[in-house]
């Protein structure tokens, strides 16, 4: 594991302890990496300097990725090193900003073949140099039919043959369903509403807040929990309170993977109302869509980007247009109202997450991508 910067945070989830502590975590400049770029610079200056000039070239029309790209280019050079001498036959970046120009430039100074998976914000954004990495790359890996056309619209139609969908999934051994009933189906407490990610505009919790406005206007109670942290998190607490709700919102903070499946267990429905946030971001397919229709609990999300191909509108959940509370609160005015619509939902979302939404059968179909044929049909 190569990563461009070590991210702060008081969470780690026991299964990611293993890839923390192989990790290769190095500072923005160091002698090890001076030496890396004096090796390259000496021993291959057109393959350096090439690689270089493009992200220059490719980034001109974008300050954030130009200044991001400059940034990282010391550490993508110093990985190349590293990674000839670790003996890499495939380098694979999550993301296709600046983690896939990192893996465009390694590929440029050690000719290792890479590939990437393309999720959400990370093609909304800025689309800067996403063809020239799409162009180089021996295979690309959008998680939604949505994120492929955007792809190929980016790139003209060409390289339609390297650019194949492979949902995220998520472990559908640990996000089971439920063995007792709700504490709201018990008649011990009123309907919960979980909402699960961070506290950032994109996510859209400011809207299901006014939803649970909405509903306590008409005299239905409602219980909120929102796990995560973020941003956002103290604009949210004021707008709880200032909409009467302080007592019903409940911030649970950043939770491990457990303490999720608790609230899940808990919870009634699942609601995730992403939007566009004002700086371009935008969700791909919510993976905490898939933990709550893994564990069979019914869901409400936006008809935003992928999320229509794992929430089949009706059948598998429920969809609201991004932004509109009342669509929202109508959602859930259903779903408090019909017990039996839940019970549906939460089988049919989860038969849906097993059969396209597996983590490990997914990984398993990325894994072999990862083959000389994937790279010869690329060259």
């Known amino acids: 594991v190569y990563p461009l910067r070590r991210e702060k945070t008081n969470v780690v989830h026991p299964e990611a302890v293993p890839f923390v502590e192989r990790a290769h975590f190095i500072p923005y400049i160091s002698k090890d990496i001076l030496q890396a770029h004096l090796h390259y610079a000496l021993r291959r200056p057109r393959a350096y300097f090439g690689a270089l000039g ?56 050690t000719g290792i073949p890479y590939s990437f998976t393309a999720h959400g914000s990370d093609l909304h954004r800025d689309r800067h140099m996403l063809a020239e990495k799409v162009a ?43 063995t007792e009933p709700t504490p709201h189906e018990r008649g011990q407490a009123p309907f919960s509403i979980l909402c699960i990610g961070t506290l950032h505009e994109v996510k859209g919790q400011q809207y299901l807040i006014d939803a649970c406005r909405a509903l306590a206007e008409q005299g239905v109670t409602v219980a909120c929990h929102f796990a995560g942290d973020g941003p956002d998190e103290e604009a949210l607490t004021q707008r709880a309170a200032a909409a009467g709700l302080a007592a019903r919102m409940h911030f649970h903070g950043r939770l491990t993977r457990e303490q999720v499946v608790e609230l899940l267990h808990q919870a009634d429905v699942v609601v995730a109302p992403s ?15 898939m933990e709550a229709m893994g564990a069979g609990v019914p869901v409400i999300g936006s008809d935003l980007s ?40 939460g089988q049919a979302g989860r038969q849906k997450v097993m059969q396209e939404f597996d983590l490990y059968k997914n990984a398993e179909i990325l894994a072999s991508c990862f083959t000389e044929d994937t790279y010869d049909a690329a060259a």
């Open 136 to 178: 180089h790359a021996a295979l690309v890996v959008p998680i939604s039919n949505y994120n492929r056309e955007i792809i190929l619209q980016e790139c003209h139609g060409r390289f339609g043959d390297k650019v194949t969908v492979i949902h995220c999934g998520v472990d559908v051994s640990v996000f089971q369903p439920r």
């Open 54 to 109: 493009a992200l220059l070239r490719e980034n001109l029309g974008s300050r954030r990725y130009l200044i991001g790209a400059l940034g990282l280019f010391p550490k993508a050079v110093y990985f190349a090193q590293r990674m000839s001498e670790d003996g890499v036959s495939h380098i694979h970046a999550h993301f296709a900003s600046h983690p896939a120009a990192a893996a465009y430039v390694i590929h440029r100074l």
């Open 306 to 345: 992928g999320i229509p191909e794992l929430i089949e509108d009706g059948v598998s959940g429920l969809l609201a247009p991004p932004g509109n509370v009342q669509a929202i609160a109508h959602a859930l005015y259903r779903l408090i109202q019909q017990p039996e619509l839940r019970h549906q939902f």
């Open 275 to 289: 939007v566009p946030s004002s700086d371009g971001r935008r969700e791909g397919i919510p993976v905490a869509l």
